[in-house]
């Protein structure tokens, strides 16, 4: 017996799961905020501030992100929702290079 397996189902699965990060994301925006706050502070080389400044950006825009995506997949029809529903985590994995990084 063979299963098949619905894109569109795995899609919604998807970015269901991808929407887990967004529970933390007051903590995030308010951590964000303070580090912008303390910007005329910061220390270290032109390198890692690059790399904080890309950080706070990829977090501060990843709702965006997920939410834009999640009105793809859930409102519009078509054979692309699977990709669709992997941009969030395509935009999640350099936030995790970017802390790793830094």
């Known amino acids: 017996m063979r299963i098949l397996i619905n894109r569109d189902r795995?899609?919604?699965?998807?970015?269901?799961?991808?929407?887990?990060?967004?529970?933390a994301y007051p903590f995030?925006?308010?951590?964000?905020?303070?580090q912008l706050a303390?910007?005329?502070?910061?220390?270290?080389s032109l390198r890692s501030q690059i790399f904080i400044i890309l950080f706070l950006i990829l977090t501060t825009i990843?709702?965006?992100?997920y939410f834009v995506c999640l009105w793809?997949?859930?409102?519009?029809?078509g054979k692309h929702k699977l990709w669709v529903s992997l941009i969030p985590a395509v935009h999640?994995?350099?936030v995790f290079l970017l802390?790793?990084?830094a």
């Open 10 to 23: 795995i899609a919604k699965i998807l970015i269901a799961v991808e929407g887990i990060p967004l529970i």
């Open 28 to 34: 995030v925006l308010m951590a964000n905020v303070m």
């Open 38 to 44: 303390a910007f005329q502070n910061w220390e270290g």
């Open 62 to 65: 990843y709702p965006l992100s």
């Open 72 to 77: 793809l997949v859930f409102r519009r029809t």
């Open 92 to 94: 999640i994995l350099p």
């Open 99 to 101: 802390f790793a990084l």
